[in-house]
């Protein structure tokens, strides 16, 4: 085998997750659990930020922890880094410039992707945890400005507010979660009738993809999805097959 420099903790994970502090449950399709994926990740959990504090008071002083988790994670090794909340699209540019690792803070970022893929003619519809808390600054951030968006929030819900948006409570009716994030899906097509795609910003969301495109019968983009593309893009394989004999 060759020899490597070391210095590194823990070995082998190709994505570096930077996490907000939260204590709700995480189902399999969450970034946050690790089952969710078909390859390692690292997590580096940034304390003391909460959702609710990135959503209602995203000030410049919450970045310095963000950059100095994401340094951790590129010293460690991973190959690409994410985060654990989609509203992290406003730190998209400095994040991206403080390591030499891609990275693919939000979501979002595949806004427009999601648009072009789809004819470039129609809304990306967005589902978020806060409609109202959803800036354009943070779809500046990850370079989907001036893409036509339908967005639908989570905002005025029971059960998904209560625990995740308010912080009230761990304990969380995942089934209850799903009937009112399809309530709000088909409320977001009711509004918007014509999009071609859905992107789901909140990393709470993606559990439930498979229930919104059965019902809508669109693509939906995910941040788990996206990482799974930035795992492969980061660690290229070589291909093996056949050929005709020369």
């Given amino acids: 085998m060759p020899i490597y420099e070391g210095g590194q903790n823990i070995c082998g994970a190709s994505i570096g997750v930077l996490c907000l502090e939260s204590y709700f449950p995480k189902p399999p399709g969450h970034i946050k659990n690790p089952s969710s994926l078909p390859f390692p990740v690292l997590y580096e959990m940034i304390d003391g930020v909460t959702v609710p504090t990135l959503l209602k008071n995203p000030t410049s002083e919450l970045l310095d922890p963000f950059l100095k988790g994401a340094q951790r994670l590129e010293a460690e090794g991973v190959r690409a880094i994410t985060g654990s909340c989609g509203f992290l699209a406003l730190f998209q540019k400095e994040l991206a410039a403080a390591v030499s690792v891609p990275v693919f803070s939000s979501s979002l970022i595949q806004v427009p992707l999601a648009f072009h893929m789809t004819g470039a003619n129609a809304p990306v519809g967005v589902v978020t945890a806060d409609a109202s808390a959803l800036t354009d600054r943070h779809f500046a951030g990850v370079g989907a400005a001036g893409i036509p968006v339908a967005v639908q929030g989570l905002e005025h819900t029971s059960e998904f507010a209560d625990v995740i948006l308010r912080n009230t409570r761990t304990r969380m009716d995942t089934d209850l979660i799903e009937a009112e994030l399809m309530d709000a899906v088909r409320n977001l097509k009711r509004q918007s009738p014509d999009i071609r795609s859905i992107v789901l910003e909140c990393t709470d969301l993606p559990p439930y993809a498979a229930r919104i495109q059965q019902e809508l019968q669109l693509p939906v ?13 980061a660690t290229r394989s070589a291909y093996f097959g056949i050929m005709p004999w020369t």
């Fill in 221 to 233: 983009f995910d941040l788990t999805t996206l990482a799974q593309m930035a795992h492969t893009v």
